[in-house]
């Protein structure tokens, strides 16, 4: 590794102690990814025959730590532990990712199946493993397919058992939490608008459009176009805004 570049040489490192392989697979992996260090990242979790299989043993010992005494699913409390043990915060957005990977139905509830497929998924089987796969749970939100994954699934994850709209109040705080991460600078006079005016839940076709206005359509609204085909709401959005003065739209 002495021949390599600093820089190479540092992605080495990172990778070796995030994946826990040899420094002959990180030069593999590295250079098969033209030295991208996520896209080595996506090459190691794609291929499970590279990486450790966890002990189902461990899987099950982690499972009792944080399985709610009273029923067979790890509940609010068990995550609670579970995230103390990770080091990370409960409102941390790679928690949004971990649910994910795991494919939980509901927020703030793991079924053993969903965290024995999420674990083995993610080549886990103790806190200190999982807690080095952390890093890398936060690079797949800057991945722009992953994130419209993460994004889609959040809706049907945060919203209430039977319910087909995702009440307000959750909306915002999703809203809040995932366009941090993508910094679009209208998500506050979003949230603000929908308080204002809508005050009522949030269907999954606005969910998902939301998405696509906001990556197609320039926060200064230049090129907004008020005949495409936006969902009401969007469009009730963009009057608003120009209503307050809170952008200028040439006519």
Not at 71 to 97: E, H, K, R, Y
Not at 165 to 176: P, V
Not at 182 to 189: S, Y
């Amino acid at each position: 590794m002495h021949k390599l570049g600093r820089g190479h040489r540092d992605k080495v490192q990172q990778f070796m102690a995030i994946t826990g392989t040899s420094e002959k697979f990180a030069l593999q992996a590295l250079k098969a990814s033209d030295w991208n260090l996520e896209g080595a990242f996506d090459l190691f979790y794609s291929q499970p025959q590279i990486r450790s299989i966890p002990d189902s043993r461990h899987l099950e010992e982690l499972y009792q730590r944080y399985k709610d005494p009273y029923t067979d699913m790890i509940m609010a409390d068990g995550i609670s532990l579970l995230c103390n043990d990770l080091q990370v915060d409960p409102g941390d957005i790679v928690m949004l990712v971990i649910s994910w990977h795991m494919k939980a139905a509901t927020m703030c509830e793991f079924s053993r199946q969903e965290f024995f497929l999420g674990l083995q998924t993610l080549g886990v089987d103790s806190i200190e493993k999982f807690r080095e796969r952390i890093p890398y749970l936060r690079s797949e939100l800057k991945d722009e397919q992953k994130f419209r994954e993460i994004y889609n699934f959040a809706f049907t994850w945060a919203k209430e058992k039977g319910q087909k709209s995702l009440a307000l109040d959750t909306a915002i705080g999703m809203w809040q939490l995932l366009f941090a991460e993508k910094q679009w600078p209208l998500v506050d006079q979003w949230c603000q608008f929908l308080q204002a005016r809508h005050n009522k839940a949030i269907s999954k076709d606005t969910w998902s459009q939301l998405l696509e206005f906001a990556k197609m359509v320039d926060p200064s609204l230049s090129n907004y176009d008020a005949e495409g085909a936006w969902p009401y709401l969007i469009d009730e959005f963009v009057e608003y805004l120009s209503e307050n003065g809170l952008i200028h739209r040439s006519s």
